[in-house]
């Protein structure tokens, strides 16, 4: 793929944010648009440190609808994070995503996946087992062909009950969409950001 110097949609300066970008953002951290950390502030939470909600905040209305279902999925679903996170992975790496493989990284260490667990995703699914394994597998087979088998559906509603397994089939189809998004838009990861494996 060739990269242009700059992303093709660029995330919003400080001085573009109004009221209803706030709102957007608001809706992923649960607050009030006037809540929000304002942009260019330094907060932790300032929503300008984040390229992918400067970006998403390009449309408001769009990004406040996406990101109240994102932020389900991130801070209320019932699949385990870590499994979330084993899928986000496999699916920045299938896709070779560099932004999202970035981005992820950091989340699946906080969610409890060690390096050596992330570096692993990289080889395959010889190096997992049990429900990690069948997450992997699951995430595999949906990315090749666009739906799980019925014999892994029924698998992953044994092991992970009917809530958690369509929680996992959302959280695939949500990262691969927006993973297109940002790779379309050529968002890049903040320098020494973790590099996308071979």
């Not at 809706?27 to 992918?52: E, K, N, T, W, Y």
Request: hydrophobic letters at 40%.
């Amino acid at each position: 793929m060739t990269m242009t110097d700059q992303p093709l949609l660029t995330p919003l300066a400080p001085q573009e944010w109004g009221e209803d970008e706030y709102a957007a953002v608001g809706a992923l951290m649960g607050i009030p648009g006037d809540q929000v950390p304002r942009a260019g502030s330094g907060d932790p939470r300032d929503p300008s440190r984040f390229d992918i909600l400067g970006v998403l905040a390009r449309h408001p209305k769009l990004a406040r609808k996406f990101l109240i279902f994102n932020a389900y999925l991130l801070q209320d679903g019932e699949l385990p994070a870590r499994l979330r996170e084993l899928a986000v992975l496999r699916l920045a790496y299938a896709r070779r995503s560099v932004f999202f493989w970035a981005e992820h990284v950091r989340i699946a260490r906080a969610s409890g996946l060690s390096d050596d667990e992330i570096a692993r995703i990289a080889c395959g699914n010889s190096g997992f087992d049990g429900v990690d394994r069948l997450v992997l597998e699951a995430t595999d087979t949906v990315l090749t062909t666009g739906r799980a088998t019925p014999q892994q559906w029924r698998t992953l509603v044994d092991e992970l009950g009917t809530h958690q397994a369509m929680e996992l089939l959302f959280v695939i189809g949500t990262y691969g969409m927006l993973a297109s998004a940002c790779d379309t838009w050529q968002l890049r990861p903040p320098p020494d950001s973790p590099e996308l494996p071979d």
